[in-house]
């Protein structure tokens, strides 16, 4: 028997599942992972959807269908009047799917330690932390008023925020020495039983992947439905870009297929 390995063991569990909201929920396989970066700020209110650089508006399409440049109204051709509508819906839709399911995925991690760990933690207790780290998630994209706003760079569904880093730290730091204990007091159990604590471990693994595999699945689903249509808008963009050189700031979207 190795303490220190099965201590281990459960850290790894346990932290494999705290940052289930990476960008590994991104897509089924490697094949499929979906790179995506932002050439400049954007800003998404009810009324405008804002490209920006420096604190400089560079593109403002208002009420989804008017398209500024630089301050400029751009006069369109009923084709790029139709892809400018459609551009604008496509962003107003996949914003707020990023942040559900990076939502989501931490509730599922909430969950997968609560069905691993249950036995030796009290999750009641640290509930309410992975509650505020949902929140602080939903925050980070989303205000009170409906509006979204992302910064220039990576952007997917992994959450790189100093207050979520603390709020996770938080539930690590609540969580392990209870889980210490609970370990020390299972291995006492199983010296007294003749028990294998080995093979306990593996059950606990493969407990928690056959009670939340098909949730994670669902949202692996999403995550790759999410990636589908930042591609496509990828594309629009480029149509849009092609159809006029003046469009060249509606070049928001990287993506490294």
């Known amino acids: 028997m190795n303490t220190s390995k099965n201590t281990t063991a459960l850290s790894i569990l346990l932290s494999g599942l705290l940052v289930f909201n990476s960008s590994a929920v991104m897509a089924h396989d490697e094949e499929n992972q979906c790179n995506l970066s932002l050439n400049n700020d954007l800003s998404v209110t009810p009324e405008h959807i804002r490209i920006i650089e420096d604190d400089e508006t560079l593109v403002d399409i208002y009420q989804d269908n008017i398209l500024f440049i630089k301050g400029e109204q751009m006069n369109l051709n009923d084709e790029q009047q139709k892809m400018i509508v459609e551009y604008s819906t496509s962003i107003r839709k ?34 309410e932390k992975f509650k505020q780290l949902q929140q602080k998630i939903n925050d980070k994209y989303q205000d009170n008023e409906g509006s979204y706003s992302v910064t220039k760079g990576d952007f997917n569904i992994e959450i790189d925020d100093e207050e979520i ?21 299972g291995i006492g159990q199983a010296i007294a039983s003749g028990n294998d604590i080995d093979i306990e471990l593996d059950d606990i693994g493969e407990k928690v992947e056959r009670e939340i595999e098909a949730k994670a699945e669902l949202i692996e689903i999403r995550a790759d439905a999410f990636c589908n249509q930042m591609k496509s808008l990828d594309k629009l963009e480029q149509k849009l870009i092609n159809s006029n050189s003046d469009f060249k700031d509606l070049d928001l979207l990287e993506i490294e297929h």
């Open 94 to 127: 996949a914003l707020p799917e990023v942040t559900k399911i990076a939502v989501d995925a931490v509730g599922l991690a909430f969950e997968g330690l609560n069905i691993g760990l249950g036995e030796l933690v009290d999750m009641d207790e640290h509930e």
């Open 165 to 185: 880093d603390v709020l996770v730290e938080d539930l690590v730091e609540g969580i392990v020495p209870s889980l210490i204990g609970g370990l020390i007091s």
